[in-house]
């Protein structure tokens, strides 16, 4: 499909798991309703964002009802959902920081493993450890979609170019990141590096995030963006909670590409360390 509407639901997670799933199945409802055929969800969007409390929120697929209402959701409004992250739980005990996308049959076409932990101690910011509860995943997610190839990451692998390089060379056309910056390095760094992956690899961008939540451990830096293989910024929240959408149109992929050949001018012989 050439041209279609996709959607991000900026929902402020609190502490009731219940309640995140409740918010999450009207937001996609809203998403849809303003023409959405994409609907992506931000990280961890059914459990506060504190290492510690993984375990607790965590889902083994395909019981569990974060995924159950994932599946339903997009079976029901007919649309592709990009369950942004939940904690998952494997057959041996290890949890995962992990998307789960299905297609609008209801049908599970991918699920992603976040590949780069978050383990940082930004001095007067941020100090963050996933890898005290959560394991890493360890291969690259790109799904097949009535819409075109996706290509799926989470939150701190949008800081590998390398990843965002190979799935976009094996064709992804829409790279999407469920995401959860922070207050310090949100606004020195989300906007950028979403523009940065669309401009580097000409590919659409969507970065979800979870509204501010005041309250919150961690405080969501917000900001869900959706971005053009210009670097354009086709669409951006600010804090609060919200749906945003855009149009994606491939016209404009494809002239991007046309008009500054970057990919095909690479010298891949010339890069090796
Ligand atoms: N949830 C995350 O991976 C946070 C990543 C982040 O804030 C960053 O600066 O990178």
Redesign the pocket.
């Known amino acids: 499909m050439l041209v279609f509407n996709v959607g991000i639901c900026q929902l402020g997670v609190v502490a009731d798991k219940q309640s995140n799933i409740c918010k999450a199945r009207s937001m996609i409802a809203e998403a849809a309703d303003q023409g959405s055929r994409l609907v992506v969800l931000p990280?961890m969007f059914n459990c506060p964002?504190q290492s510690e409390l993984f375990s607790q929120y965590a889902e083994i697929y395909p019981e569990g009802p974060t995924i159950a209402m994932l599946a339903e959701c997009a079976e029901k409004h007919k649309v592709i959902v990009v369950g942004g992250s939940i904690p998952e739980r494997d057959e041996v005990g290890n949890i995962y920081n992990t998307c789960f996308i299905f297609n609008e049959q209801g049908k599970l076409i991918g699920r992603h493993r976040k590949v780069h932990l978050?383990d940082v101690d930004i001095k007067g910011g941020?100090v963050f450890q996933e890898s005290k509860t959560l394991v890493a995943g360890s291969s690259m997610t790109l799904v097949d979609t009535s819409l075109g190839k996706i290509g799926v990451a989470i939150?701190?692998d949008v800081?590998f170019p390398e990843l965002a390089r190979t799935m976009v060379l094996q064709g992804a056309e829409i790279l999407v990141y469920p995401?959860?910056?922070?207050p310090v390095?949100?606004p020195a760094?989300w906007e950028l590096l979403m523009r940065a992956r669309a401009v580097d690899n000409q590919v659409y961008v969507i970065g979800a995030a979870p509204a501010l939540n005041a309250a919150a451990e961690y405080k969501s830096y917000g900001h869900s963006i959706i971005v053009d293989p210009w670097a354009r910024v086709l669409a951006l929240a600010n804090e609060v909670e919200t749906v945003i959408t855009s149009k994606i149109d491939f016209r404009t992929l494809n002239r991007v590409r046309e008009e500054l050949p970057l990919l095909r001018h690479r010298k891949p012989e010339v890069y090796r360390v």
């Open positions: 990280e964002y978050f941020t939150c701190y800081r995401g959860a910056f922070g390095t949100g760094h």
